[in-house]
């Protein structure tokens, strides 16, 4: 059956350096979701993208953070100046269509030190 | 916005057992998520659902729409089962397909 896969499974970067989380969603999926999971602490939602934009993001998403597309399969997240707090487990979600069940990927494990 | 609240937060039970998790919202929304998060971390996807009833396995799902109320019951529990169960609604209500979680209820059964 057909995965999403993130990659790295587990990130360790310096406060104040960017990382570039990947993920690979299933091929015929056209919509994608980033969500992140502080260790503790429940899912929540970060960004949902369609058609090359972004159509809803959450407070989280603010400017330190961008996602993109950059070829027909990966879609990435980028968070340009890290910070403590955004150590956490990021998920990266893909479905055919917005009304039917999300494929997560089995996420990465961002550490910033 | 929804709020989803899940109960119990935690539970335990002995293998065989019949479990019931509990999930409410307050906004109307189009459709409710229920999720399995493993050990590991990593999350799977065991129904969305509109109204009714759906079945998957020892696994169902129900959902008042109402009552703003859904369940997830698992027959025959197996420690195979032990793992957090989610339920995540759209974040506006009917529309929004941007999802809001529950904090999850963690289950342990018992060989």
């Known amino acids: 059956e057909p995965e999403v896969t993130q990659t790295p499974s587990h990130q360790v970067t310096q406060m104040g350096q960017e990382v570039i989380l990947r993920c690979v969603p299933i091929?015929?999926?056209?919509?994608f979701y980033w969500y992140r999971q502080i260790l503790g602490q429940k899912v929540e939602f970060l960004v949902s993208?369609?058609?090359?934009?972004?159509?809803?993001k959450s407070e989280i998403f603010d400017d330190q953070f961008s996602v993109e597309r950059p070829d027909g399969s990966n879609f990435t997240l980028k968070i340009r100046s890290t910070k403590l707090e955004d150590s956490a487990m990021y998920f990266c979600?893909?479905?055919?269509?917005?009304?039917?069940?999300?494929?997560f990927g089995d996420g990465t494990r961002l550490s910033i030190l | 916005k929804n709020e989803v609240e899940q109960s119990p937060q935690n539970l335990t039970a002995q293998e065989g057992e019949f479990i019931t998790i509990n999930c409410s919202y307050s906004?109307?929304?189009?459709?409710l998520h229920w999720l399995q998060q493993h050990p590991g971390g990593g999350i799977v996807s065991l129904f969305m659902l509109s109204s009714g009833k759906k079945k998957h396995g020892r696994l169902i799902a129900t959902i008042n729409i109402q009552e703003k109320h859904s369940s997830l019951h698992i027959t025959a529990s197996h420690p195979r089962d032990s793992a957090v169960y989610i339920c995540?609604?759209?974040?506006?209500?009917?529309?929004?397909?941007?999802?809001?979680f529950g904090k999850g209820t963690k289950l342990s059964v018992i060989p």
């Open positions: 906004v109307g929304i189009s459709a």
């Open positions: 091929s015929n999926h056209l919509y």
């Open positions: 979600a893909s479905t055919p269509f917005q009304d039917q069940p999300q494929h």
């Open positions: 995540a609604a759209p974040y506006s209500g009917a529309g929004s397909y941007q999802l809001t």
């Open positions: 993208f369609y058609n090359n934009e972004i159509s809803e």
